[in-house]
């Protein structure tokens, strides 16, 4: 059975022509080499359609001595047959090498023109996703995003050069042996023009049954990847819960059906090219018929006949290209269609350029804040603080109270609906989103690592930082004695996401490039929550040093880690419980004072004599 496409898999009618007037918009750039193309393919076509004549003309004048119907030639050409012959042979082969040249330049041109369009369309992708909102990404599979900027743009490359060009030249193929063939002889034309709408019918019904095949076959094929990258991205778990052969089951499921709608279009293909055969020998073999008869009648002579047998195979040819090219434009027009989606989503407001205000001081303050990821869902509500310049906030709560939440806002990944945040005194809407972060320096909870040596981690993001800078950070949290152990030191090679490194090992490099920045706002999301109790103690005196003259918003679950900043928060169902300092909440015998006596016990009492 086919399966029911979800919304994002249905494909479009090919009419809408706004998006085939925006890829022509993007090969504009390009315009002299599209052009080339064409003129090329159409050189080909000409050259294609006089060699039929020149056999005709050779048949006629030089084996039959009779006048060939094409008389435009007669005065070129020699009475003597041998030499006449040789003539003609020589204009057919060079018809036919530059009919070869003319294709090869026509596929260049095409193929080039398309690839730079695609490559500046990657990059206008690229671009544009470093700039859509983070909200953006919280609903839109990481997946779906790899697929446009790769495999969609990769079918509108084959949407310019095996469909619009291809199709552009193949109709003017089309017209040009009919206006040929018309001017040879216009019986034999009208048995060649009807067989065309029976082939046109015939290559419709076959293109219909392929497409619709191949558009499932794909829906399946982009089940079966992401089923594939699911079980291989959480492998351990898909055997610690002795899933395999469910897993198996419903791959072998989905393999099965690919494997049926693939079947479709095999045979459906393997079906098509013989027909195509068998009716272009029936037209042969009508023209074969119509042409003794008229030659019976002396209206035509052999030369034509063969000059049309030759134009026959030539004729059908553009039409079933069509056919086929039709598939190819109609799935390119989906990937067109989620591209420009993806490029009309709208931007960020928050990248908004301009002069970056000058702040007079360090302090964060919210003032009243209400926010929602979505509708009236608040996560935030009524949420006032403030952390003076130089100070340490620590918030603490519940999974889920909305601690990073705030760290999004205070970062202006999101905006909240009611209230306002200032940094410095000033509205963080009126700082551009760019020079805001660069004030901070930020450890979040999760940890981004990307390909490099430990050192070009160190340097992501760095604002001039100095090589004295970067090792003394790395020093200072300990990840110089933990990259010691590794025989490349700092310059050892990080894998992709940081596969060869523990979480631990990570947060060091994110601490420590935090460091290296050098900067009077702290972010510290869990910092030193994945870290061995022996680099924890280490982490956290670096982490003291470090906060001192600071202004710091830093989330810990583990209590022990914030007992000494200036202020705490707790949060509550998004709101703000209780606010002191370590001593005062404890006093206080509420929220603060539970979850000490849930992590700590009866030591939690000890906790108040620091
Ligand atoms: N991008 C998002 N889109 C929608 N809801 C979100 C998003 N991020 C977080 N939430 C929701 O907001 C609430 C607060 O999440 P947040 O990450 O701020 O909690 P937290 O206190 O930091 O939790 P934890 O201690 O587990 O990290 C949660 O209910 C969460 O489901």
């Not at 009919?178 to 040879?184: F, G, R, S, V």
């Not at 791959?251 to 279009?265: G, K, L, R, V």
Request: charged share 20%; with cysteine.
């Amino acid at each position: 059975m086919l399966p029911t496409a979800s919304v994002d898999e249905v494909p479009p009618r090919l009419d809408d022509w706004s998006v085939l007037t925006r890829l022509l918009g993007l090969l504009s750039p390009y315009w002299g080499e599209v052009a080339a193309s064409v003129l090329c393919a159409l050189f080909a076509t000409a050259l294609q359609i006089i060699n039929p004549l020149l056999l005709s003309i050779a048949i006629d004048k030089y084996f039959l001595h009779h006048e060939p119907a094409i008389d435009w030639l007669r005065i070129w050409l020699p009475q003597d047959a041998q030499r006449g012959l040789l003539l003609l042979s020589v204009l057919f082969f060079a018809g036919v090498v530059l009919s070869f040249l003319f294709q090869s330049l026509h596929a260049y041109l095409a193929q080039s023109s398309g690839q730079k369009a695609m490559a500046d369309l990657r990059h206008r992708i690229f671009t544009h996703l470093h700039r859509l909102p983070v909200a953006f990404y919280d609903v839109t599979p990481v997946g779906r995003l790899v697929t446009r900027a790769t495999t969609d743009v990769e079918a509108l490359n084959d949407l310019y050069t095996n469909g619009i060009v291809s199709v552009l030249a193949n109709s003017v193929m089309t017209l040009c042996f009919l206006a040929a063939a018309l001017h040879l002889n216009s019986h034999l034309s009208i048995v060649l023009l009807a067989f065309l709408p029976l082939f046109t019918i015939m290559t419709l019904c076959f293109r219909r049954i392929i497409t619709r095949s191949q558009q499932y076959g794909r829906i399946l094929l982009a089940r079966i990847n992401s089923f594939i990258a699911e079980n291989v991205g959480g492998i351990d778990v898909v055997h610690l819960f002795n899933r395999q052969k469910p897993h198996l089951e419903r791959f072998d499921e989905m393999n099965s059906a690919y494997n049926t709608t693939s079947m479709q279009w095999v045979t459906a293909n393997a079906w098509f090219m013989p027909v195509v055969e068998i009716l272009g020998t029936i037209s042969q073999a009508a023209l074969l018929f119509m042409g003794a008869w008229l030659l019976q009648d002396g209206q035509l002579s052999i030369g034509v006949i063969v000059a049309f047998l030759q134009y026959a195979t030539l004729f059908l040819r553009p039409i079933q290209e069509i056919g086929e090219r039709y598939g190819v434009l109609q799935s390119s027009v989906v990937s067109a269609e989620k591209v420009f989606g993806l490029l009309d989503m709208p931007l960020s407001r928050l990248q908004d350029g301009g002069a970056s205000p000058a702040l007079a001081h360090a302090e964060i303050e919210f003032d009243h804040v209400w926010f929602a990821y979505k509708g009236d869902e608040w996560i935030l509500q009524d949420v006032s603080f403030k952390v003076a310049s130089g100070e340490s906030l620590a918030i603490v709560g519940h999974t889920g109270a909305g601690k990073t939440t705030i760290v999004n806002l205070l970062l202006r990944f999101y905006e909240p609906q009611r209230g306002v945040i200032r940094v410095g005194g000033v509205d963080i809407r009126s700082i551009p989103a760019s020079s805001l972060r660069n004030r901070f320096g930020v450890v979040l909870q999760d940890t981004y690592v990307r390909e490099g040596s430990i050192l070009d981690n160190l340097r992501f993001g760095a604002l001039g930082d100095t090589e004295a800078q970067v090792h003394r950070a790395a020093e200072k949290t300990g990840l110089l004695m933990m990259a010691d152990h590794f025989s490349e030191g700092l310059h050892t090679q990080v894998h992709e996401r940081g596969d060869n490194l523990s979480s631990g090992q990570k947060q060091l490099i994110a601490m420590a490039r935090a460091m290296a920045r050098d900067p009077d706002l702290l972010i510290l999301d869990e910092a030193t929550a994945n870290v061995d109790s022996e680099t924890e103690e280490r982490m956290q005196k670096a982490v003291e040093m470090f906060l001192r003259g600071r202004t710091s918003v830093i989330i810990a679950h583990r209590l022990a880690t914030i007992l000494h900043a200036d202020n705490i928060i707790v949060m509550h169902k998004g709101r703000v419980a209780e606010s002191g300092n370590h001593r005062a909440l404890i006093h206080a015998r509420g929220l603060y004072w539970r979850l000490c006596q849930l992590q700590y016990g009866e030591v939690a009492t000890d906790l108040v004599r620091r």
